[in-house]
């Protein structure tokens, strides 16, 4: 759900920016302040993650497919705050460094993806617990319709930008991304609750196991993401509306790809790697400035 640059337009691009940079500077405040803050390990494992998790694509239907958002995966595991500054690490490298999503609509893609699927998504997790909805199925629901307000914002986005109208764009992009968020559902589940165990006799379970399924994702499965157009891309082509423009700039690893050695699995491999070690390293440069903070009272 990468929006690239061509598809918004007018003042969408800095009232998102602004909303975006104003959502990340509280939580990143929130964050700093909060009593209980996860381990600096614990942080970098869970961005790089979802990090690689995002270059899973996995088939839904129609020629059509999804991949992790990862947003209520982070604030389950890493609390709200942390969670939002995590998804916003991963879609900031994602656009610099690999130009998934466009630098000029980065705001978007932050206020979609970290505010709302890491924030809302974070806040409707609790809401669903705190009225004593099973764990399993709060995780679940928080998920999947963290995916349908991920969407939602991204046509209203597209739809204030002139590109195509609300009535036609927002159906259609709930509707394939209902069955995406299932996928998402399931994921966060799993995940969850695979990091949320801690064996009594592997202390470093909780950044160990994330860390290592990084790495795993990143370079054995990523090599067979599919190849199908994601959500936003499948109903952009649909709808007419899919362009491609000149880059603002070459990134480093366009297309999660080493541009010397063109495209292939070890391409993707070896560039997926060096995504999961940037977003670890500047996940854990981060969380440690914020683990220097004065704790208060508890979020």
């Known amino acids: 759900m990468h929006i690239p640059n061509e598809m918004l337009d007018g003042t969408v691009c800095p009232v998102s920016a602004a909303v975006a940079v104003a959502g990340i500077a509280v939580a990143a405040r929130f964050a700093a302040k909060a009593a209980q803050k996860p381990d600096a390990l614990r942080f970098a494992a869970i961005a ?3 990090f690689a998790g995002q270059m899973i694509n996995f088939p839904v239907q129609d020629g059509t497919s999804g991949h992790l958002l990862g947003g209520v995966l982070a604030s389950a595991t890493l609390g709200i705050p942390f969670g939002i500054l995590a998804l916003a690490l ?3 490298v994602q656009s610099l460094v690999f130009a998934d999503g466009g630098l000029l609509v980065l705001g978007a893609n932050l206020f979609n993806m970290a505010l709302l699927g890491a924030g809302v998504g974070g806040l409707l997790h609790a809401f669903f617990l705190k009225r004593r909805v099973e764990g399993n199925l709060a995780l679940m629901l ?8 991920a969407a939602s914002a991204c046509s209203l986005e597209l ?3 002139g590109t195509i109208a609300a009535g036609k764009v927002l159906p259609a992009m709930l509707g394939v991304h209902a069955l995406i968020g299932l996928g998402e559902a399931a994921v966060t589940l799993v995940l969850v609750r695979l990091f949320d ?6 202390g470093q379970w909780t950044y160990a196991a994330p860390g290592l399924g990084a790495l795993l994702t990143a370079v054995v499965l990523s090599p067979f993401a599919s190849s199908y157009p994601d959500g936003l891309e499948w109903v952009a082509e649909r709808y007419g509306f899919l362009k491609e423009g000149a880059p603002l700039f070459v990134a480093p690893l366009p297309d999660y790809t080493v541009p010397a050695m063109g495209e292939g699995a070890v ?5 997926g790697l060096a995504g ?12 440690r400035l914020l683990l220097r903070a004065r704790p208060q009272a508890a979020l």
Not at 142 to 149: D, E, H, M, T
Not at 267 to 271: P, Q, W, Y
């Open 197 to 202: 165990s801690k064996p009594a006799t592997t």
């Open 159 to 161: 739809a204030a930008s």
């Open 142 to 149: 928080a998920g999947w319709v963290s995916i349908l307000l």
């Open 48 to 50: 790089a993650l979802i």
């Open 90 to 92: 991963v879609v900031t």
């Open 276 to 287: 999961v070690a940037l977003v670890a390293l500047l996940g854990m440069a981060l969380a």
């Open 267 to 271: 391409s993707t491999a070896l560039a």
